[in-house]
C-alpha cells in the first residue's frame, strides 16, 4: 500500500497522507512520498493547487517514533530533523501554487507543522491541532514554534507550545489557525472547492 497517494482532479493534486493504521504517523515513506508529489507539483503547470489530506480518522499523528528507536539521543534527533523535516517544511513555502490543508481529525507533532504550512486550511469541527511536543520533553520540529508564532503572535504561540493540549476546531477557528471550520464529512470537498 502506497503511503502517499497522488492523484489530479480538474487542475487540482490531491495528495492523501495514506497510513490510516497508524494516523498517518510519519515515517520514511510518508516523507518521500510528499517530496515526490511536491515535485510533480511543482513540474506540472497545469496543477492550480494543491490539497493534502490524512486516509482514515486522523490528519497525521505526528512522527511515527518507532523511526527513532530506543537509542534516539538529542544530537540524531536534531540531525533527522534538519535533514529530513526541514527540507520538506521548505518545500511547503517554496511551492509556487497554494496549499490548502483538509485537517481531518487530528494534527499532531510534525502533522502540526505540516497543517500550519499550508496557505489555507479547512478543519471540522472534531478537528484539532496539537502541540505535544512538551508532553515528551521536546520543542517543536518541522519548523512548528516559527509557524505557530506567523499565525498566532509569539505569547500566544508560547502559551500554546507549551500547554501541551489539544487545540479543537472551533478554538483554532477563533485563533485564525483555520480558515474554514466545517462538518466533518465536508473538509475534504470544501478544500477541493475552495
Request: charged share 20%; aromatic share 8%; hydrophobic share 40%.
Amino acid at each position: 500500500m502506497e503511503s502517499v497517494l497522488y492523484k489530479i482532479e480538474d487542475g487540482i493534486a490531491i495528495v492523501t497522507l495514506n497510513r490510516p493504521e497508524r494516523y498517518n504517523a510519519v515515517n520514511e515513506d510518508i516523507i518521500d512520498g510528499l517530496n515526490n508529489a511536491f515535485d510533480k507539483a511543482s513540474k506540472d503547470d497545469n496543477i492550480k493547487c494543491m490539497v493534502i489530506s490524512g486516509s482514515g480518522r486522523g490528519f497525521c499523528a505526528g512522527a511515527d517514533m518507532t523511526l527513532f528507536g530506543e537509542d534516539l539521543t538529542p544530537e540524531k534527533r536534531s540531525n533527522y530533523i534538519i535533514e529530513t523535516y526541514q527540507p520538506l517544511i521548505n518545500k511547503f513555502t517554496q511551492l509556487n501554487i497554494p496549499i490548502i490543508g483538509a485537517i481531518n481529525g487530528s494534527a499532531a507533532g510534525v502533522g502540526a507543522s505540516f497543517a500550519l504550512a499550508c496557505d489555507f486550511r479547512v478543519m471540522g469541527h472534531s478537528s484539532s491541532i496539537y502541540f505535544a511536543f512538551i508532553n515528551i520533553a521536546i520543542g517543536p520540529d518541522g519548523g512548528g514554534s516559527w509557524l505557530l508564532a506567523r499565525q498566532v503572535g509569539y505569547s500566544k504561540a508560547l502559551e500554546i507550545a507549551t500547554s501541551g493540549k489539544k487545540i479543537n476546531g472551533e478554538d483554532c477557528h477563533k485563533l485564525g489557525l483555520t480558515n474554514k471550520l466545517v462538518e466533518d464529512d465536508k473538509i475534504l470537498e470544501e478544500a477541493i472547492n475552495w
